[in-house]
T-cell receptor
Framework: EAGVVQSPRYKIIEKKQPVAFWCNPI?????LYWYLQNLGQGPELLIR????????DSQLPKDRFSAERLKGVDSTLKIQPAELGDSAVYLC?????????????FGPGTRLTVL | GENVEQHPSTLSVQEGDSAVIKCTYS??????FPWYKQELGKGPQLIID?????GEKKDQRIAVTLNKTAKHFSLHITETQPEDSAVYFC?????????????FGQGTILTVHP
């Protein structure tokens, strides 16, 4: 079974530029999560999707961050414009309610560096 | 909201020794506590979990204990091996089993010296 796929793996941009990250969850997983992981910290939830609906986006900085999950499969997370403090690893995870307690499977992440 | 504290931040042991990582949580309604292992350049991977109705769970060399009264849970790794070296995160699920939110600890860097 293929795992969660993310691209790109690394991205270096200058501040004020836009950037987008892509995630393909495990086939059949209806729940998709985007996490932010700062250096030396645990992941922090940004947004959770149930199919194509964002059911928890309370931690997403909506002035510059946006996300979408068209057709309830792949998802894109965008930052516009990027700031120096956005440098971090952006993790995508997916889960299915068919497994109790919603074990979350994580992708390898995208490491963003804002110069 | 839930707050998870994890200690120690770094842990260094000799191969064959045991390692213990401890976490506390604040929300008494949290009911699921997974532990994740993260290797360099990879995403976190679930290694063991425990539900609130269980006090202890063991899987080969790793075990987790939960004290609901004290709101703390611990990861125990016995007979450590160099390949156990990684960052370990505890987490707590609050807000229900189907739609709950995972809150992670700050992580513990475990180094196992050969």
């Amino acid at each position: 079974e293929a795992g969660v796929v993310q691209s790109p793996r690394y991205k270096i941009i200058e501040k004020k530029q836009p950037v987008a990250f892509w995630c393909n969850p495990i086939s059949g997983h209806n729940t998709l999560y985007w996490y932010l992981q700062n250096l030396g910290q645990g992941p922090e939830l940004l947004i959770r999707y149930e199919n194509e609906e964002a059911v928890d986006d309370s931690q997403l900085p909506k002035d510059r961050f946006s996300a979408e999950r068209l057709k309830g499969v792949d998802s894109t997370l965008k930052i516009q414009p990027a700031e120096l403090g956005d440098s971090a690893v952006y993790l995508c995870a997916s889960s299915t309610r068919q497994v109790s307690y919603n074990e979350q499977f994580f992708g390898p992440g995208t490491r963003l560096t804002v110069l | 909201g839930e707050n998870v504290e994890q200690h120690p931040s770094t842990l260094s042991v000799q191969e064959g020794d045991s390692a213990v990582i401890k976490c506390t949580y604040s929300d008494s309604a949290s009911n699921y506590f997974p532990w994740y292992k993260q290797e360099l350049g990879k995403g976190p991977q679930l290694i063991i979990d425990i539900r609130s109705n269980v006090g202890e769970k063991k899987d080969q060399r790793i075990a987790v204990t939960l004290n609901k009264t004290a709101k703390h849970f611990s990861l125990h790794i016995t007979e450590t091996q160099p390949e156990d070296s990684a960052v370990y995160f505890c987490a707590a699920l609050s807000g229900g089993t189907s739609y709950g939110k995972l809150t992670f600890g700050q992580g513990t860097i475990l180094t196992v010296h050969p």
